[in-house]
């Protein structure tokens, strides 16, 4: 959207533009460096807000913030009807759903949470940078490094690339099913802060053996390539070119629709990868980018199907449930880059409950393809992603699917740990162990298969 990007410049370019000057590219301000607490203070002068409720503290339980873990505290909401028109009017047909209350669930998670992309963003060229013929396991495969170069001639200060892997069965004899996997790459020298332990993974094949198995590819995307995963940032990156270099606007694009926008360019390039099937394209991710890769499937309808792990707050958890992590959290100078400005007001002034939807409508924008939520134990991972909140959203939005014809969760009370929900088109499991998807892949793949078949199209 041009007024967009105008709205953003300093006025002496908005009024040298105006006025015809030719200005080039080239001659524009260098990108604006705010820290993230500058960014974030600014944002809430934008919105006339001193200051934010202090979010959930998950380190000290004597403090008055802190964190609810007990199910005997949640104070009773409401949830906003994902089949109810702003108006009053409910919606009864798929049609009603399509036409009408999809596109107002779109512009409210748009304007009120997530942000809203360019209405033009930059063409991506992708570029095979090699070819290998290796091997994952005991799979033959081929796997191609790509990257797709962003064009930056509106503002060649910033420079964008997204590096892409894509692993596909070198015995294939067509385009093959493939999952788009959001992918933690850590800077060198990274440290696990003292006395956290990542989970270490399942006993088996990986993740990865584990869908070659399957005779299907996957793909390698990591976001924070394209989009830095902080609020110093977002004069970077994707969102930065597109705004030439100066801060957001209140209802511009976060960090997770920017991520979930490579996501979406990736899947540009295998509708042209005569190795992919572009009709059978999953995308996966966990905690930060379980909730990119939610936000990806809800707005982009190419994805075929999504594994959803341990998302959260600002993913499948319902944010009006006072359990884990709350939106004052994500409010916060930490984490507030991955929404919209917008978003800042429901910590304060206006709470949660105010918020117009909330992650039972953020399902049901992917209805009727297939999602899975993926949850770890609560003794082991913890509360903070609140699996009962990501549960009573998934059930919440079975009545979307149930109106265009699919299932939804089948049981609406959670049921024991460690149970797959499988005989939907949305499932749920909580596996046994910490902060990862790995133990649920086997089951997600099994459910995935019943849609996609084998590596050929049924
Ligand atoms: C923090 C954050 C979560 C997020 C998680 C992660 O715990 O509060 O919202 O999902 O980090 O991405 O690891």
Redesign the pocket.
């Known amino acids: 959207m041009e007024s967009m990007r105008l709205g953003n410049l300093p006025s002496t370019v908005f009024a040298a533009l105006l006025m015809g000057s030719p200005l080039s590219a080239a001659s524009l301000p260098p990108p604006a460096h705010l820290t993230a607490q500058q960014d974030h203070r600014r944002m809430l002068n934008l919105l006339h807000i001193e200051s934010l409720r202090q979010g959930a503290d ?1 380190h000290h339980p004597n403090a008055p913030n802190a964190v609810n873990y007990d199910e005997s505290k949640v104070k009773p909401y409401t949830l906003p009807n994902a089949l109810v028109l702003n108006d009053g009017q409910k919606v009864a047909t798929s049609a009603m759903w399509w036409n009408k209350r999809r596109p107002q669930l779109v512009w409210m998670f748009n304007q009120s949470m997530y942000g809203w992309v360019p209405a033009h963003t930059p063409k991506v060229n992708w570029q095979i940078t090699g070819i290998v013929h290796n091997k994952i396991g005991s799979y033959p495969v081929i796997s191609k490094k790509l990257i797709g170069h962003v064009d930056d001639s509106s503002y060649p200060a910033i420079v964008v690339n997204i590096p892409l892997t894509l692993v596909t069965p070198a015995n294939a004899s067509g385009p093959v099913p493939v999952i788009l996997e959001f992918h933690f790459v850590f800077p060198k020298g990274f440290k696990w802060p003292k006395g956290f332990h990542p989970p270490a993974p399942p006993p088996g094949p990986t993740p990865e053996e584990q869908i070659l198995a399957k005779g299907w590819g996957y793909a390698e995307l990591n976001p924070a390539s394209y989009q830095a995963d902080n609020g110093a940032g977002l004069t970077e990156g994707i969102i930065g070119l597109c705004n030439r270099g100066q801060p957001r606007r209140l209802d511009q694009w976060g960090t997770l629709r920017a991520w979930a926008w490579g996501a979406s360019r990736a899947l540009d390039y295998f509708e042209t990868d005569k190795s992919v099937d572009a009709k059978r394209v999953a995308i996966e991710g ?6 990119a890769a939610l936000v990806t499937m809800a707005f982009d309808q190419r994805f075929s199907i999504g594994l959803i792990g ?6 499948a958890k319902l944010s009006r449930r006072n359990f884990g ?1 709350l939106v004052a ?2 409010a916060g100078a ?2 507030y880059h ?1 929404m919209d400005g917008n978003f800042l007001k429901y910590a304060g002034p206006l709470t949660p409950n105010q918020l117009p939807v909330d992650a039972n409508e953020l399902i049901a924008l992917c209805a009727p393809r297939p999602v899975f939520v993926s949850c770890g134990s609560p003794k082991v991972e913890g509360g ?2 609140d699996d009962r909140g990501q549960f009573e959203a998934e059930a919440a939005a079975g009545q979307v699917y149930r109106l265009l014809g699919k299932k939804g969760l089948g049981p609406q009370q959670m049921p024991p740990m460690g149970t797959a929900l499988l005989s939907g088109d949305l499932a749920f499991r909580q596996h046994h162990g910490g ?1 990862t998807v790995g133990p649920n892949w086997p089951y997600f793949l099994k459910w995935a298969k019943r849609y996609w078949g084998g590596a050929q199209r049924p």
Do not use: A, F
């Open positions: 998950p966990l905690s930060r980018y379980g909730k341990s998302s959260g707050e600002g993913g992590e959290n994500l930490g984490e991955w903070w992603v902060h």
